[in-house]
């Protein structure tokens, strides 16, 4: 004969019913299943989930996941004329507010430190207001030299430290204002000379 047990109620309820197999210490386990609500929340995020990853992950690859995202909006940069400060020719015209702003940066980046307050140079960096470069002739050596640094001799890169439009601005600066002003005291010529 079953078991009769209390129900919070107070009404007499039949063990079996309402109890499972499951015996721990003495305690027995009440079979209580989730409401049906619950379970198609449950089975509805699964389907969702699985739709989700068959859509952004789906074999063959879709593009639709970050990378192939990241990959074509590289692509597009890329196609955009000026955009990349590397590919700057020697018939780039700057314009009066990125020459500004260079010389912002110019100060506000410590450049002055090596270069002098109006580039001519001093005991650790070169003359920029010469035609003689060290590291080549093209403004996208310049950018390089910037980008990458020269740490041999000191120069810190900062391409982590600034944005490809702050580097294009402070090339602009150089090449606009800098080159050719012959301010006092410039440094001796290094390097070979270009046109």
């Known amino acids: 004969m079953a078991e ?7 009404e007499n309820i039949q063990n079996d019913k309402y109890s499972t197999d ?3 210490d003495g305690i027995k386990e009440l079979n209580n299943p989730s409401p049906y609500w619950v379970l198609l929340l449950f089975l509805g995020t699964i389907a969702f989930s699985l739709f989700y ?7 063959p690859n879709n593009g639709r996941d970050q990378i192939s995202e990241y990959n074509k909006q590289m692509a597009e940069v ?9 590919e700057l020719s020697a018939s780039v015209v700057f314009t009066k507010e990125q020459m500004t702003e260079g010389a912002k940066l110019f100060t506000e ?12 140079g001093n005991a650790i960096g070169p003359n920029m207001t010469d035609h003689f470069w060290i590291h080549g002739c093209k403004p996208a050596d310049l950018v390089k030299t910037i980008q990458e640094g020269v740490p041999e001799k000191g120069m810190t890169p900062f391409k982590s430290t600034l944005t490809d439009a702050q580097i294009k601005n402070l090339v602009a600066y150089i090449l606009g ?17 270009c046109n």
């Open 53 to 59: 990853a068959v859509h952004y992950f789906g074999y």
């Open 4 to 10: 009769i047990i209390k129900h919070p109620k107070n």
């Open 22 to 24: 499951h015996d721990y």
């Open 109 to 120: 980046k410590g450049c002055f430190a090596c270069h002098g307050m109006k580039g001519e």
């Open 78 to 86: 890329g196609k955009q004329p000026g955009q990349n400060p590397s």
């Open 177 to 193: 204002t800098l080159v050719g002003s012959n301010p006092p005291n410039a440094k001796a010529p290094q390097g070979v000379e």
